[in-house]
């Protein structure tokens, strides 16, 4: 299970679970850098950099062509459920990205299955 960290420009960060639960609603957009998910059983860290457009995982840089243009990188972070009837097996992926809206309105997510991450690109 994934929790998420923002980071803000300043240095300082909010997490999700600290002595409290934080709720996304809660981030500073106007501060954030980077936000961060990190999954306790795989030691698993995605990131996404926020004045760049980059995204990192585990330490490895992930460029797109959008990455580096100085743009305004608007975060994008939601959940999806899928439930499979009959057989009562549950899964949630979760999409973490930014949108920009340069030329239209596009958009690079990730896409974070338990078992695998993939691009998507709107």
């Known amino acids: ?24 609603k809660d ?10 998910l990190f999954d306790a ?8 950099f926020l004045d760049d457009g980059i995204f990192g995982l585990n330490g490895l840089i992930l460029e797109n062509e959008l990455s580096y243009k100085k ?8 959940a ?6 009959g ?6 992926d979760l999409f973490l990205g930014f949108q920009i809206n340069e030329n239209g309105n596009q958009k690079i997510m990730l896409k974070i299955c338990e078992e695998t991450i993939n691009i998507v690109k709107e």
């Open 1 to 24: 299970m994934y929790e998420w960290k923002a980071i803000y420009n300043d240095g300082t960060f909010l997490r999700q679970f600290d002595d409290k639960e934080s709720l996304f």
């Open 27 to 36: 981030i500073n957009i106007d501060k954030l850098n980077e936000f961060r």
């Open 41 to 48: 059983e795989t030691n698993n860290v995605i990131s996404l």
């Open 71 to 78: 743009l305004k990188y608007k975060l994008i972070f939601f």
């Open 80 to 85: 999806r459920r899928k439930r499979v009837l």
């Open 87 to 92: 057989n009562g097996n549950n899964s949630n």
